[in-house]
């Protein structure tokens, strides 16, 4: 199992050692600077491999974190990859407009804090795209428009996995978090007729899913 890349401020260095020890007691493994980086180390060659070999990133959202290039060199490079992202906001602050639509878990209220959602939402991206490699299933596109009947399940897909900062889904979430009633036909065909839109891809275990492209 690869791991998850906590980002953070150094200003929420509690918070980061906390969530190590949660996360870790759950047995998700992760990725996270406690001074590691030294003088003189290529840092962003660290950064950067740890990037890419995690499968999703956590980034801690406080006033810290939101002022520092740091972290949006981070977030903003695992966005460039294509990997997951799962706010996580411990204070107030300004969110970059590409965060902002990501939904977030609140972690601001010291005495109520949703452990469970966190770790329940890794495991659920873990669970998609944890996978040596995913395959693009190299079939056909049927070259047709769109038609209306599409227009509201498009968005509707769209919209969870924006909201989530995910890059793909299978079927099998889709029908769970939007229509029960969905085939795995339907499925592949909605795909089919909205190619500028998605691509199809098998997830772990041969699951058969879809992108973004």
Same mark, same amino acid.
């Given at each position: 199992m690869s791991h998850v890349f906590l980002s953070y401020s150094h200003d929420d260095? $509690? $918070?980061? @050692?906390?969530? #190590?020890?949660?996360? *870790? @007691?759950?047995g998700i493994s992760v990725w996270v600077d406690h001074g590691r980086l &030294?003088?003189? *180390?290529?840092?962003r060659s660290s950064i950067d491999k740890g990037i890419s070999d995690s499968f999703a990133l956590i980034v801690a959202l406080s006033s810290s974190s939101c002022a520092s290039a740091f972290?949006?060199? *981070?977030?903003? #490079?695992?966005?460039g990859k294509g990997k997951p992202i799962v706010p996580v906001r411990l204070t107030d602050c300004s969110l970059h407009p590409k965060l902002d639509v990501i939904q977030y878990l609140d972690f601001s209220n010291k005495d109520h804090q949703p452990w469970s959602l966190l770790i329940e939402r890794i495991s659920e991206v873990h669970d998609e795209y944890e996978l040596p490699e995913f395959d693009v299933t190299n079939q056909p596109l049927v070259? #047709? @428009? #769109?038609?209306?009947?599409? !227009?509201?399940? !498009? &968005?509707a897909i769209l919209s969870y996995l924006n909201q989530r900062g995910y890059q793909m889904v299978s079927f099998s979430r889709i029908r769970k978090r939007i229509d029960e009633r969905l085939t795995d036909e339907q499925l592949t065909d909605l795909i089919a007729r909205n190619k500028f839109t998605f691509r199809p891809v098998k997830l772990s275990g041969g699951k058969p899913g879809m992108a973004i492209l």
């Open positions: 260095n $509690f $918070f980061a @050692e906390l969530a #190590s020890i949660k996360l *870790e @007691e759950a &030294r003088a003189g *180390e290529d840092w972290v949006t060199y *981070e977030w903003a #490079s695992a966005m070259d #047709s @428009e #769109s038609p209306d009947d599409d !227009v509201a399940m !498009v &968005r």
